[in-house]
């Protein structure tokens, strides 16, 4: 190593600072509070034409089928995975609507309407109810975590193509 001069210097790795965030703290207290009313609102609206659409509509489509899917799947996560919602009141609910978004698919795949049936209709109903009060209660940090865990859920379906011998039904 060669000696020092008095013109040189020693080198040194300069360590940057690290950027913070000064409005990081504002975002985790956002993110602790419900969903606002207008986001609450407008999202509840495209989930309710859906479901209008498949009752009365000329031609409901399957971006209206998966919107109630959506919800039906979210609900089911609150409920069965993340335990915020009280299994014994969303179970019964949540099987008559399966059953009925089924019964819808596989009427509209035999090129038939589709259309939902009473119970299902009811059932769909009750937990559009139950996820609109889940967006008033719960936190935007919780609602995203139910999303993420449901998407989640379904990839690891769609990646393991079913259990054997089982049919798998995503919603």
Known sequence: MPERGPDMKKRTRRRMPREVNPLGGLAAIAAARPVDKERRDRLMLKFRSALESMVR????????????????????????????????????????????????????????????????????????????????LLSEREMGAARDETQRRLNEIYRRGGAPGQDVVIL
């Open 57 to 136: 509509g000329a031609a409901p489509d399957t971006d209206d089928w998966r919107l109630i899917s959506d919800v039906i799947n979210t609900i089911e996560t609150l409920s069965e995975h993340m335990r915020k919602l009280p299994v014994d009141q969303t179970k019964t609910l949540l099987d008559a609507a399966v059953q009925g978004m089924v019964a819808a698919a596989q009427r509209w795949q035999a090129g038939q309407g589709m259309r939902l049936d009473g119970p299902a209709l009811q059932a769909i109903r009750s937990l559009m109810d139950i996820y609109e009060q889940c967006l008033e």
